[in-house]
Nanobody, 111 residues
Framework: QVRLVESGGGLVQPGGSLRLSCAAS????????MAWYRQAPGKQRELVAS???????GYVDSVKGRFAISKDNVKRAGYLQMNSLKPEDTAVYYC?????WGPGTQVTVSS
């Protein structure tokens, strides 16, 4: 059984930064793909950033140049560095590794 837990969410002012973490427990391959999704109230869940087992990254246009995804294969962990945050980044952020999902962490960008 694989369990993912996100952390690092919270309330931040516009222009601020947060770093989300996703830790995996259980049996998961040491080399894995992962992604971060987000879902704002009343909106569909959207893919924000992804990283392949080889380290190739991809981002939705709205976060390019502001967010950076990374992972640590040894620690079975993933990260999302979020800079220059905007109110429209407010959402619940979910990590996904392979086929497994975390429960989500709330990010609120507001003054």
């Amino acid at each position: 059984q694989v369990r993912l837990v996100e952390s690092g969410g919270g309330l931040v002012q516009p222009g601020g930064s947060l770093r989300l973490s996703c830790a995996a427990s259980g049996s998961i391959a040491s080399i894995f793909s992962m992604a971060w999704y987000r879902q704002a109230p009343g909106k569909q869940r959207e893919l924000v950033a992804s990283i392949t087992p080889g380290g190739t990254t991809g981002y939705v246009d709205s976060v390019k140049g502001r967010f950076a995804i990374s992972k640590d294969n040894v620690k079975r962990a993933g990260y999302l560095q979020m800079n220059s945050l905007k109110p429209e980044d407010t959402a619940v952020y979910y990590c996904m590794m392979g086929v497994y999902w975390g429960p989500g962490t709330q990010v609120t960008v507001s003054s």
